[in-house]
Nanobody, 113 residues
Framework: QVQLVETGGGLVQAGGSLRLSCAAS????????MGWYRQAPGKQRELVAT???????DYATSVRGRFTVPRDNNKNTVYLQMNSLKPEDTAVYYC???????WGQGTQVTVSS
């Protein structure tokens, strides 16, 4: 099993920045992808950004150029650096690893206008 602990959510004004962290522990030998999804009220969970063990990244179009997803393999930690935040970025952000799919408990990010 893989355990994921997220930190770093909160309230920020539009245009501001936040950095989320997700520390993974447990059976990580097969984990290839780490990243983040988010779910806004009344909407489906959606991909934000992922990074492979080798560093290949994938970003949602809505966050490309504003968010980055660095990963520290030595610490089994993935980050989400969020810049130029917009009110539409407000959501619960979930850490994600695979395979197999594992989810964190979620951390709230609220961007005020």
């Amino acid at each position: 099993q893989v355990q994921l602990v997220e930190t770093g959510g909160g309230l920020v004004q539009a245009g501001g920045s936040l950095r989320l962290s997700c520390a993974a522990s447990g059976s990580l030998f097969s984990t290839l992808v780490m990243g983040w999804y988010r779910q806004a009220p009344g909407k489906q969970r959606e991909l934000v950004a992922t990074v492979s063990r080798g560093g290949a990244t994938d970003y949602a179009t809505s966050v490309r150029g504003r968010f980055t997803v660095p990963r520290d393999n030595n610490k089994n930690t993935v980050y989400l650096q969020m810049n130029s935040l917009k009110p539409e970025d407000t959501a619960v952000y979930y850490c994600y690893t695979s395979p197999p799919a594992n989810w964190g408990q979620g951390t709230q990010v609220t961007v005020s206008s």
